[in-house]
């Protein structure tokens, strides 16, 4: 089974500042199979990127995603106040899927 | 619009049982795989099961093997996923999510999910 390891596990920035946040995979994967989610307080998840660095209907070009093979990053490059949730990194096979532990993005 | 709505979500005894279902809407949902993902409170993402559009295809995550059982009626747009033998790990949000394409799992479409609490 992958293990998805995201860092850090909290992220305390300013709004305009630049965010980089981590997704390293236990084992080397197919980038075409990552995606990024944020997820505000009670609502459900909202995909930002897949295959790595393709961005969903909707979402902002501030949010750029690239890596490969272990290392993947998401970079948000001037945090809106409503940029500050949680996200999280995810990988599927065939049969399964995997999350990582997620990165908390707070207002510093 | 791609709207999905879960229910069935409660307060069951460990041991217990619990239907959920998800009515889905603004897709012809017998082409799309659906997936079930879970949220312990406080917790990260946990995927569940996943179900393939003709039904075919049926996956399910390790903690619930044995015990859950995901099915769909594509005659009445609806994923279903009968929970058994419920212990207290399993307490959760639990969501339903559309797969974005075929033999692509991941979600762009998600229900507002429903809680599932495993107490006495």
């Known amino acids: 089974e992958i293990v998805l390891t995201q860092s850090p596990g909290t992220l305390s920035l300013s709004p305009g500042e630049r965010a980089t946040l981590s997704c390293r995979t236990s084992?080397?994967?197919?980038?075409?199979?990552l995606a990024w989610y944020q997820q505000k307080p009670g609502q459900a998840p909202r995909l930002l990127l897949y295959?790595?660095?393709n961005r969903a209907t909707g979402i902002p070009d501030r949010f750029s995603g690239s890596g490969s093979g272990t290392d993947f990053t998401l970079t948000i490059s001037r945090l809106e106040p409503e940029d500050f949730a949680v996200y999280y990194c995810?990988?599927?096979?065939?049969?399964?899927?995997?999350f990582g532990g997620g990165t908390k993005v707070e207002i510093k | 619009e791609v709207q999905l709505l879960e229910s069935g979500g409660g307060l069951v005894q460990p041991g217990g049982s619990l239907r959920l279902s998800c009515s889905a809407s603004?897709?012809?949902?017998?082409?799309?795989?659906m997936t079930w993902v879970r949220q312990a409170p406080g917790k990260g993402l946990e995927w569940v099961s996943a179900?393939?559009?003709?039904?075919?295809?049926?996956y399910y995550a390790d903690s619930v093997k044995g015990r859950f059982t995901i099915s769909r009626d594509n005659s009445k747009n609806t994923l279903n996923l009968q929970m058994s033998n419920l212990r207290a790990e399993d307490t959760a949000v639990y969501y339903c999510?559309?797969?974005?394409?075929?033999?692509?799992?991941?979600?762009?479409?998600w229900g507002r999910g429903t809680l599932v609490t495993v107490s006495s």
């Open positions: 179900i393939s559009g003709d039904g075919f295809w049926i």
């Open positions: 603004g897709f012809t949902f017998s082409s799309y795989a």
């Open positions: 995810q990988h599927y096979t065939t049969s399964t899927v995997t």
């Open positions: 295959g790595a660095s």
């Open positions: 084992q080397s994967v197919n980038s075409d199979y």
């Open positions: 999510a559309k797969n974005f394409a075929t033999g692509y799992a991941y979600y762009e479409y």
